[in-house]
């Protein structure tokens, strides 16, 4: 099975841009979705395909992707955007198979 | 609005059983795939298993291939979970997802989740 890698950290001040890469094998095929979860509750999908959000996200959620690295952006952070990131794609070999990256915690200066 | 509603979450001891469940409702349950997905305490997210709409197609993460059985019910709008040969390391919330009706896979949904524990 693939593996999708994750920065474990970033740091982003209030009103600035941060983006969150993830590396995988998995991504030259498929495109990654993007989930963000805050401490004890289930995440919620905030970006997919090749940049689609759904509705409620705000928009400066984005999303982009090149050869196996996809990358998540959020333009103007604010506090309410600190988390955990996840990224996720779908995995060759079957399918249903998939798989998440390792997760980045991104914190709001 | 969609929902999804774990249950069966328990303490077990190593090498037991336990399923779980996922009742769903708020969208057309048997025209979507669902997921289970886990979270070891502190960790992160780790797929575990996938079923097709109609029930016919299944997947597993490697970790639980063999022990672990997905599988549905579309009159009851409700996805399960058979877990056999606990062990400790299968201890975490157990989520369950909606694939969305794209291409792309994404799980548009997620319910809040089951803690199973298993230990002596």
């Known amino acids: 099975s693939s593996e999708l890698t994750q920065d474990p950290a970033v740091s982003v001040a209030l009103g600035q841009t941060v983006r969150i890469t993830c590396q995988g094998d998995s991504l030259r095929n498929f495109y990654a979705s993007w989930y963000q979860q805050k401490p004890g509750q289930a995440p919620i999908l905030v970006v997919y395909g090749k940049n689609n959000r759904p509705s409620g996200i705000p928009d400066r959620f984005s999303g982009s992707s090149s050869g196996n690295t996809a990358s998540l952006t959020i333009t103007g952070a604010q506090a309410e955007d600190e988390a955990d990131y996840y990224c996720?794609?779908?995995?060759?070999?079957?399918?249903?198979?998939?798989?998440f990256g390792t997760g980045t915690k991104v914190t709001v200066l | 609005e969609v929902q999804l509603l774990e249950s069966g979450g328990d303490l077990v001891q190593p090498g037991g059983s336990l399923r779980l469940s996922c009742a769903a409702s708020?969208?057309?349950?048997?025209?979507?795939?669902v997921s289970w997905v886990r979270q070891a305490p502190g960790k992160g997210l780790e797929w575990v298993s996938s079923?097709?709409?109609?029930?016919?197609?299944?997947d597993y993460a490697d970790s639980v291939k063999g022990r672990f059985t997905i599988s549905r019910d579309n009159s009851k709008n409700t996805l399960y979970l058979q877990m056999n040969s606990l062990r400790a390391e299968d201890t975490a919330v157990y989520y369950c997802a909606n694939v969305g009706s794209s291409h792309f896979g994404q799980f548009d949904y997620w319910g809040q989740g089951t803690l199973v524990s298993v230990s002596s």
């Open positions: 996720h794609s779908r995995d060759s070999g079957g399918l249903h198979l998939y798989v």
């Open positions: 708020g969208f057309t349950f048997i025209s979507y795939a």
């Open positions: 079923i097709s709409g109609s029930g016919g197609s299944t």
